[in-house]
């Protein structure tokens, strides 16, 4: 069955540490991937997409991400946290490129001071 | 650009009732998708649009929910005899093939669902 694992359920980092939050995912094709964030009781938010191209992209709030095949991961990373970037984090794939999205159980990020 | 509207914010309905939500999305979107969340889980597909079209229906869509986006604009989710296990945030999102490729979805802000 297709999948997509955010093995972090919950991460705490202090503010201004880095960060990064994994992906992995059980596809054989090279997917679409996305990084969605999610604040309480709100909807997603794009943060940044891989459709093709340089494996490394840039996205909103100071967000990248670096797609490995070799690794089937889509890691998300951040060199200096913000207390506003507390909330839930979800990765997610297009396997099929039909616009049809498969989401992770996403990570929750507490900053603490 | 106003965004995808989802209407209500909030629901709370009594088990056994019927509940319909409303979802307005970016005007010149023709694709729209509902999708589902629980407490502790990422969204899971429900069912999406092409203009008035329903193209594609989850497992997770049983005979007691049904969609409708009459004239490809706004869409419905209707909720028949509803149960406990109906409890979830309810998401809706719009894209054009040309905003998906730069932008992905556009999600709506959802509905809370409480079934008591």
């Known amino acids: 069955a297709q999948s997509v694992t955010q093995p972090d359920i919950h991460i705490t980092v202090s503010e201004g540490a880095s960060l990064e939050l994994r992906c992995n995912y059980s596809?054989?094709?090279?997917?679409?991937l996305f990084w969605y964030v999610q604040s309480p009781g709100q909807g997603l938010q794009l943060l940044l997409k891989?459709?093709?191209?340089?494996?490394l992209v840039q996205g909103i709030k100071g967000f990248e991400a670096e797609f490995k095949r070799s690794q089937s991961s889509f890691n998300l990373r951040k060199p200096s946290v913000h207390w506003s970037d507390a909330a839930e984090y979800f990765c997610?794939?297009?396997?099929?490129?039909?616009?049809?999205?498969?989401f992770g159980t996403g990570t929750r990020l507490t900053i603490i001071p | 650009d106003t965004g995808v509207s989802q209407d209500p914010r909030h629901k709370i309905t009594k088990r056994g009732q019927n509940v319909t939500f409303r979802c307005d999305p970016i005007?010149?979107?023709?694709?729209l998708y509902w999708y589902r969340q629980t407490l502790g889980q990422g969204p899971e597909f429900l069912t999406y649009?092409?203009?008035?079209?329903?193209?594609?229906k989850s497992r997770l869509l049983s005979d007691r929910f049904s969609a409708e986006r009459p004239k490809g604009s706004f869409s419905t989710l209707e909720i028949q005899r509803t149960e406990q296990g109906d409890s979830a945030m309810y998401l809706c999102?719009?894209?054009?093939?040309?905003?998906?490729?730069?932008?992905?979805?556009?999600f709506g802000s959802g509905t809370r669902l409480t079934v008591v």
């Open positions: 999102a719009s894209s054009s093939r040309r905003h998906y490729r730069n932008y992905g979805y556009t």
């Open positions: 596809y054989g094709a090279t997917p679409y």
């Open positions: 891989y459709f093709s191209g340089d494996t």
């Open positions: 997610a794939v297009d396997n099929f490129g039909n616009e049809k999205l498969t």
């Open positions: 005007s010149e979107h023709n694709r």
């Open positions: 649009f092409q203009n008035e079209a329903q193209l594609e």
